[in-house]
């Protein structure tokens, strides 16, 4: 005949059943969010690298590598989370719950460093954009500046970092004699249409580029910031909680490793 379990071991058995199943899902929801941090950061490389460019701080760009690493790192420890929890290892539970420290700085650093880059992105962009514009346009060796000016111009319907009169000064317009503003500048671009600059031609009251890339990165940066920031404090909450909690509880149990 077995004998009788204790109540307390029944019950002990019974919580880390409980917190076994919550910490997978919690798993399964972390790894998702991973795929989301990681897709966060690689679309803002790729999509908006071109903005990038114009940019001479690196913080930004730093930001986003941030956010790809501790996606990677958030999949991978997912992967391992669901392995310490399915096979109740302790020795796996610690690894997890070390790489969920990990991934708390990473995406603590990027937010921070997201904020930080947007205390310091308007004074920037008010002393280089024009700049620029102005000195690498169309200029030998700087061809990703001259590809991010012209999209910037025609996404954002703008034409010159403050207005269009920005590009009198410009090294590649005063070269050109006959162009007054870069074909980018046109409501309907074509081969030469930057050399009539009448309102119904050019985005000539529409204003300039500088508050418009201006709000642009700054919400990109907050998107950054919200996304790095709120899934860190979410492990710190849930995850580091259910981890330490399964795995003292597989402490008292017979058949924890």
Excluded at 19 to 39: E, I, S
Excluded at 115 to 139: F, P, S, V
């Amino acid at each position: 005949m077995n004998p009788k379990k204790a109540p307390g071991e029944k019950k002990k058995t019974c919580g880390t059943i409980c917190l076994k199943y919550l910490l997978f899902l919690f798993n399964f929801l972390f790894w998702l969010a991973g795929g989301t941090v990681l897709a966060v950061g690689v679309w803002t490389l790729v999509e908006k690298s071109d903005y990038i460019s114009l940019l001479n701080s690196n913080l930004y760009s730093a930001s986003a590598y941030t956010l790809i690493a501790a996606g990677v790192v958030v999949i991978v420890s997912g992967m391992i989370g669901c392995c310490a929890t399915l096979k109740e290892m302790r020795s796996l539970l610690i690894v997890y719950l070390v790489l969920l420290l990990c991934i708390f700085l990473l995406e603590v650093i990027a937010g921070v460093m997201a904020y930080i880059n947007y205390q310091d992105l308007d004074k920037e962009l008010k002393e280089n954009l024009k700049g620029t514009m102005q000195q690498k346009y169309r200029q030998p060796g700087e061809e990703s500046i001259t590809q991010a000016v012209d999209k910037l111009q025609q996404e954002f319907k703008c034409c010159g970092s403050s207005n269009f009169s920005d590009w009198r000064e410009s090294a590649w317009i005063q070269a050109e004699k006959e162009q007054l503003v870069p074909d980018s500048c046109c409501k309907t671009p074509t081969e030469f249409c930057g050399r009539r600059d009448h309102p119904s031609n050019i985005y000539k009251v529409e204003g300039g580029c500088i508050m418009k890339l201006e709000d642009f990165i700054l919400n990109q940066l907050y998107i950054l910031g919200v996304v790095g920031i709120g899934i860190a404090f979410l492990q710190v909450l849930v995850g580091i909680m259910f981890t330490c909690c399964l795995y003292r509880s597989l402490k008292e149990d017979p058949y924890g490793y």
